[in-house]
Nanobody, 126 residues
Framework: QVQLVESGGGLVQAGGSLRLSCAAS????????MGWFRQAPGKEREFVAT????????YYADSVKGRFTISRDNAKNTGYLQMNSLKPEDTAVYYC???????????????????WGQGTQVTVSS
């Protein structure tokens, strides 16, 4: 069993930066691919970024490529999402997720993830 808790969200002006953290409980977190997703009001939850268990493989949605960086520290059981050059359209609730069952190195589909955090709000003002 893995529990995920996000933190680091908040209100920031366009062009600013935020760093989200995802603290995981459970010794097996380091074995799982991890992802970040977001959901804006009235929209479906969408993929943002994913990272393999080792941290060596990452993949990003086109909308955040070059601005966001996903990383993880398995010794601390924590994942991160560094968000730079934020835009108003990045406003959403951000969720971290862990994939314990698909066997994929990285995963971009919501259906691949079986553990989810409660989300953290990110608001970017123009």
């Amino acid at each position: 069993q893995v529990q995920l808790v996000e933190s680091g969200g908040g209100l920031v002006q366009a062009g600013g930066s935020l760093r989200l953290s995802c603290a995981a409980s459970g010794r097996t977190f380091s074995s799982y691919a991890m992802g970040w997703f977001r959901q804006a009001p009235g929209k479906e939850r969408e993929f943002v970024a994913t990272i393999s268990w080792s941290g060596r493989t990452t993949y990003y949605a086109d909308s955040v490529k070059g601005r966001f960086t996903i990383s993880r520290d398995n010794a601390k059981n924590t994942g991160y999402l560094q968000m730079n050059s934020l835009k108003p359209e990045d406003t959403a609730v951000y969720y971290c997720a862990a994939d314990s069952r698909s066997g994929l190195t990285i995963a971009i589909s919501l259906a691949s993830y079986d553990y989810w955090g409660q989300g953290t709000q990110v608001t970017v003002s123009s």
